[in-house]
């Protein structure tokens, strides 16, 4: 049996609708505030794109620990990697927006400022954006490299194709891997280039794969609703949620770990970063950032019954969409805005961002079997109990 995923005119409809909220509210943040607008422009995108390489992650993980379970639903992480080369072209758009969010691109400040001028040689535009195509490119070859194997393993039936994917899968990992730390330290802790953390990282890499593997989960209780995929049963539930209870207590390791660290120190050049952020609203995001993306996951999915239900699960899931807003919100505006403002502009350009996404994700989930039907491992995922 061929399960098949058709796009509705309404969902088109609503996903135009909220694409055109998107362009609207973003174009009218410029008649406003210029600063805010691309803050939150570089909030957005990068984001949508952690799912994506989150997703990426997943993906590869699954071949490489020859996943039997897991082999029913990689066309959704397929699909959400898809959104990588419209997100390449997104970030080439920021290039307009640098002189309002990065402090190291004014020269006249760099030429006051010792550390700036040393650290000038890294963190200077045409280098920022070099590095951006080589993380963008290496991203969209291998991404293209697996659908390609994953499709051909569905015409031919071959071993040749799973075997390769798994090869490159090994490959690709160590890619997102070193090459995502990069891009967070050159797209957020940049952001105050005076201070730095060696776990920022890491936290960054971690948490993109905490959230990607929860959209997966997402998209999979979504679709079993629809009724497109009606052999998830609660193992595989079961399953997904490992992946976030995991993440979830790795992201809260690596953010005990950075404060608690750069508080026993004491050291002013870091701790200067934590000092701006425990003032006004922005202490509050510390503990909310906690309750979303670890407390609540770690809690409510710790017990076998609640994370094998779609009743537990769902709601996780957007509270950790949320979590992962006010975790990106709470590094990017007290460096660039600096006043803790949310509304209209912040909502319209989240909801036109999700607009994309969905429409890419849907897209690509429609162009092949929602199932693979000749992965070798397909038979132990279809029935797979625990």
Known sequence: MEYRLTISKKFKTIAMILIGIGVVSFALGFAFDAKRTWANYLLVNYYFLSL????????????????????????????????????????????????????WTHEEVVAEDQLLQHKSAYLNIPFFFARLVLFFGAWIVFSKLLRKFSLKEDETGNMEYFLKSELYSRIFIFVIA????????????????????????????IAAFLHGSSIIALIVIVLFRMGKIPFLNRSHLHDFTRYIFMSSIVWGY????????????????ETAWFVHRWEGAYKVLFFVNIILNWFIPFIVLMPRKTSRSKMFIFPVVVLLMIGQYTELYYIIWPAVVHDAKFGLLEIGTFIGFAGIFAWVVATWLSKASLVPKNHPYLEESLDHHF
Do not use: C
Request: hydrophobic share 60%.
């Open 178 to 205: 070193l090459s995502f730390t990069l891009f967070a330290v050159d797209l957020l802790m940049s952001l105050e280039p005076h201070w730095y953390s060696t776990i920022f990282a890491a936290k960054s890499f």
């Open 52 to 103: 994506a390489i989150g997703a990426a992650f997943f993906g590869a993980i699954q071949y490489i620990t020859q996943s039997g379970w897991s082999a029913a639903f990689k066309r959704i992480p397929e699909a959400m990697v898809a959104y990588i080369p419209l997100a390449a072209v997104f970030f080439l758009i920021l290039f307009f927006g640098m002189h309002s969010i990065y402090e």
């Open 254 to 269: 690596f953010n005990f770990a950075e404060f608690m660290l750069i508080w026993y120190g004491n050291i002013p050049e």
